[in-house]
């Protein structure tokens, strides 16, 4: 998966399970729970919802890598 891909696939993941957040407003680095505020559940399903749309499993140990937007294109764009 290019990096291209990866963003798109993140931005539609975010979209579907937060769709009242305007990316706009964050940049890469911006972190998934604090910055755009996803509750632990809201993380969940964005987990959920990138591996249902790019078949890329994010197992619990690597939640960490994923933990900001750029963190999360880069781990998709290297696995998918």
């Known amino acids: ?21 305007a990316l706009a407003d964050f940049d890469d680095a911006s972190r998934l729970r ?9 993380f969940l399903r964005l987990v959920e919802t990138m591996d249902a749309s790019t078949d890329v ?3 619990e140990r690597d939640y ?9 294109i880069d781990y998709l764009a290297a696995r998918g």
């Open 1 to 21: 998966m290019t990096e291209q891909e990866a963003r798109a696939a993140v931005q539609a993941a975010i979209a579907q399970v937060a769709p009242d957040i």
């Open 34 to 42: 604090q910055d755009l505020e996803l509750d632990s559940l809201d």
């Open 57 to 59: 499993d994010i197992p």
């Open 64 to 72: 960490a890598s994923v933990g900001t937007i750029r963190g999360l």
